[in-house]
């Protein structure tokens, strides 16, 4: 940690200094700002969307309530409980579970311009995929595993919705969220020596969900 | 002419999304905002007292209902 790149120690001091709230927003487990169209289709009533609930109440009495009702915009997610994967930090025990919809944030796009983390899931593929929040350690993925790399240039909102901790440690190179659209068997772990899963739940996931991973790597 | 509570759009779910996309990326309190501006213009629109009295009751009561259930689950 002492040799922590003066890049990451600025997106360190970026996130400390920006989000004050962000201590206060984990330890209640809701996550700051997540606008109702930041997530990924079918993920749940956001939190904080009157107009979603009041289209709920008012389709106890009224027709038109119930016309408006969007079943797959409405549902929320099956989530797993996180006791099946014993937490390996405070931070990661904030952050969204296994089978929970993966909130959209916004991030800087290659060119200059600005993308969604949406975005860049669909175009890494619809493989296993690690987010990465660059915390001064290079990332090395194993084979056949996409990366989507968040640094401090992608602003502060990804990094908050993610619970991501600038410098969470020493040997642990990243803390990682997955989407997979394959049935879970943790061979990307199993199969690649160099790295060492701490922690994986082996649920088998949705389409477009979060599963938390945190790697170690080999020395 | 009473308040007319059955579905009057073509496609409701889009009616939804619009307003809902409206919300996108405000605070709650520019949110409240414009709720507030936007029940006075199709207050205006509709132009009948007795069908926004109506309105309001409707609202209103469902908060009741909500606020009395939540009082039974404690």
Redesign the interface.
Known sequence: METRPRAAAEFAGSVARDLPHRTQCCRRRKYPGIDPLDRFYGAGIPPGSAVAKAVLSLAKETEFGKRMINGGRLSVPSTYDTRSRPPITEACAAARGPGASMPDAPLAADAGGSTFLTEAFIRAGTRFTLLEFINGVAVDPPDGVGVIRIGAHDGDLVGARYDAEPGTGLSVAARWLCRRSFPATDSCCAQTPRWRALSASTEVFDHGTVDQFEFCQAR | MAL??????AK??D???A???A????S?EQ?ADL?AALVLILANHIGDLDVLREAIE?AKR?ML??SQQQQQQQ
Do not use: I, K
């Open positions: 007319s509570t059955s579905s009057n759009f409701p779910d009616a939804f999304r307003v809902v996309e919300h996108r990326g405000l709650d949110s709720d409707l469902r209902d909500a």
